[in-house]
């Protein structure tokens, strides 16, 4: 009997990801920034030919079953990468390739009734990216290089589970089931970091890999929310917390809606900590819709990136909604 399972990563640039000085490209719309992807994958091929990401890893794979033990395995999956398009005006552009690297794939871990996959895809793009760089030898022209670095687990009964094991620090990454549905997302994209450190041999490809932060994807109503504080007649503030700054405190008067952007923050309820939460959450709309007071603390975990909507950018059914989905998230544990 032969059981298959896929595990697919999608990443890609989100809203004011860039800092500094390469910021200026994005702001002119000489490059831009990309859409999210959508929440479930349907047809991973269509969504790359349309340069919906900068870059997939579809790690699939099965293996063959007697006796309810594993006799054979194999890869199936590939990897996808977007080329860079540079716009100059008048409707010109230049278009630069990419340099996409040899996918990484270990042989498959096979142990009685299960096997263990882990495939490696990421590259560069072609446009040069001069700049200082953190190691020897402190500088470099070529853009920095992006992977993700997956592993799948297949069993006997049919069961699966995937995991992002490794990724470059930039840019966002999206982790999807074998049933093409948003399951987990990296909390952190920094664009410093990776800019300075991933050139070289300083990636999978040089033996070298980083263990993400990895966060459970938030709801599709946030998400829906998050298009509207973004991309409403109003443009939202943006606060940057340092790792263990507070955000908003428990009992104190507050009427903003909070979308993290970047990082992760911890919830605070009466002293005890509840969750954490990761890039795309919607909070603070129990102040908002009761009685203008915070009932709950959020601190930073790590270094965050939030957006500041006004109370009256969101629709108040929409806040309740939000509300209800967060009570249900409590009771059960999340």
Not at 112 to 128: D, E, K, L, V
Request: charged share 20%; aromatic share 8%.
């Amino acid at each position: 009997m032969r059981v298959e399972s896929a595990v697919t990563s999608v990443s890609w640039i989100p809203s004011e990801a860039v800092p500094g000085l390469p910021k200026a490209a994005f702001t002119v719309g000489a490059a831009h920034y990309d859409d999210p992807p959508p929440d479930v994958i349907e047809d991973l091929e269509r969504l790359h030919a349309a340069e919906r990401f900068r870059f997939a890893n579809l790690l699939a794979a099965w293996i063959e079953v007697e006796n309810g033990q594993v006799v054979d395995a194999g890869y199936s999956g590939r990897g996808y990468i977007s080329c860079t398009r540079v716009r100059l005006g008048h409707g010109a552009e230049i278009v630069f390739q990419p340099a996409e690297f040899p996918e990484l794939r270990s042989e498959p871990d096979v142990t009685g009734g299960q096997a263990r996959f882990t495939q490696t895809i990421g590259g560069r793009t072609g446009m040069p990216m001069p700049r200082p760089v953190s190691l020897k030898p402190y500088f470099q022209w070529t853009s920095p290089t992006v992977w993700t670095t997956l592993s799948l687990t297949i069993r006997a009964d049919g069961s699966s589970e995937g995991e992002l094991a490794g990724a470059s620090q930039f840019p966002r990454h999206w982790l999807y089931d074998q049933q093409g549905h948003l399951v987990a997302k990296t909390g952190l994209a920094s664009f410093r970091d990776w800019s300075r450190t991933s050139f070289g041999g300083h990636s999978p490809w040089g033996k070298e890999d980083s263990r993400p932060l990895v966060t459970v994807a938030e709801s599709a109503l946030e998400r829906q929310l998050s298009a509207t504080i973004m991309r409403g007649s109003a443009k939202p503030a943006l606060r940057k917390l340092a790792e263990g700054a507070l955000l908003a405190e428990q009992g104190q008067p507050g009427r903003e809606i909070y979308l993290l952007l970047d990082g992760v923050l911890s919830v605070w309820v009466d002293g005890d900590m509840l969750g954490e939460l990761g890039p795309g959450a919607v909070v603070g709309e129990r102040a908002v819709l009761e009685n203008g007071r915070r009932t709950a603390s959020l601190r930073a975990l790590t270094d965050c990136v939030v957006a500041v909507a006004a109370d009256n950018q969101i629709d108040r059914d929409a806040l309740a909604d939000l509300a209800g989905l967060h009570q249900r998230e409590h009771t059960n544990g999340q």
